[in-house]
């Protein structure tokens, strides 16, 4: 009954963020996001549209985007997820069906859609044999995405997926105990204990010591909130998007 | 290269709603659970807290939250997907790192990291002989499933899937042409004979006619926002789950 070889691949998983210079070839891009759209969606809405991104011009003019980070210009593809309620809203147009779908409720539909579209991408291109990594920092910059890839109201970026044949082979990283995220019933509280228990073995960890080290901090969690994700950073990422859900037409009505 | 077990696998994905009586044993839902959180996760971090009911007691109470479907009380365990922050914050505090993760920028990344887990636990569990259905109801009664499961502030419902071995084989559901949602390098405004040759296929399946016969009206995207999925309801739950991330304190610092 078990399929040993799919529970073996999404155990390996990897972030790739080295690739050769080898392009994709187009059936197997094809096939890899056909693969993709077989994931579950809200009522076989579909409400995603995936941009693909390959000329290296473009690659070049995205990458400040994406702060740089050098996937974007190495990876022979580069996908960009969004949540769409466009294309949808305009066949209900079109049928004289009128306008439902741009509220937050549909916002939230269309991203859970595309994040499942997205990972069944992400799982069919390591069947492939490739490789992927996602990138944060489409949130950062949704307003300006908008822009460089025309997306019209209706349209809120969500993620971006490099994608390419892997030119390292990293080990895999750590996870939380699956009794940290797991709950039976009903959502326990967690003690001070549990989260001492929870988070002990990633703190321990050799590569938590040297980023103590390099950063000059006396805990990992501090790494989080005074280098990588700093609040202030937050608020202001957090002000633009909300910003931007209402430009793009999905906070009417309310 | 290819690995085409695991392709195959994705293709041939069908929600399943009927289910045997056979419990799913514990070790096989930990693996389901344990492939499902190799996702990719921002900052590894995953933001995300599953809850698993199985109790017979607690389905029953549950069924109503998702207007009585009947997966609830039939599947041997249902999943309630959350984005959750706060046990990532409660860790920060424990080690004096402050609070940076209750805003709306870190709503989406949890949201992300929930449902890429989500849909690696769909593909493990198909793998391991299991079938599964998402169920969108979540989304329309969060509040109350804040209260069903106790969710504290900084945990927010996302999604719930059912899961048990397959009573029913279903045909797989179409899909849109690829060409619909995938674009190059920019998203092209769809024309109105790009709209139709989008949809065309799906508005002439045999059972789209059944359905216009069933609720009389002329067509299919009436049957979306007439009858599935109209506005006023759109609104309502869309004002809901706002004043839901208010309360779960996901719209701090604006």
């Keep these: ?5 799919v529970i073996d691949l999404l155990l390996k998983h990897k972030s790739i963020r080295k690739y050769t210079a080898d392009p ?23 409400l995603y549209s995936v941009i693909v991104t390959k000329d290296p011009e473009r690659k070049r003019a995205l990458a400040p985007l994406h702060f740089n980070q050098p996937m974007i210009t190495e990876a022979p593809a580069v996908l960009t997820f969004t949540a769409d309620v466009n294309r949808f809203q305009q066949w209900c147009e079109q049928r004289e069906a009128g306008r439902a779908y741009d509220n937050l409720l549909w916002y ?4 859970i859609d595309c ?8 799982v069919a ?31 809120m970026p969500l993620t971006t ?65 005074q280098r990588r994700y700093p609040l202030a950073d937050n608020l202001k990422f957090s002000e633009h998007y909300l910003e931007l859900l209402k430009t793009q037409g999905f906070l009417n009505g309310k």
Tied chains: 1, 2.
């Design 125 to 155: 291109a390591e069947a492939m044999g490739l490789g992927t990594c996602f990138l944060g920092t489409t949130l950062y910059t949704a307003k300006e995405q908008c822009a460089f890839f025309d997306l019209p109201a209706g349209v």
């Design 108 to 111: 939230v539909c269309a991203a």
């Design 24 to 46: 994709i070839p187009e059936p197997v891009l094809n096939k890899v996001l056909e693969a993709g759209t077989r994931a579950a969606t809200t009522g076989n809405m579909q």
């Design 115 to 122: 994040m499942l579209m997205a990972q069944n991408t992400v």
């Design 161 to 225: 997926l490099t994608l390419g044949y892997p030119a390292e082979q990293p080990e895999a990283t750590d996870r939380l105990p699956l009794t940290g995220i797991v709950h039976s019933e009903r959502y326990r509280a967690y003690t001070p204990d549990a989260i001492d228990g929870i988070y002990g073995p990633k703190e321990a960890l050799p590569q938590t010591q040297r980023l103590l080290a390099e950063n000059g901090l006396p805990n990992l969690a501090q790494i989080f909130t």
């Design 1 to 5: 009954m078990e399929n040993s070889s």
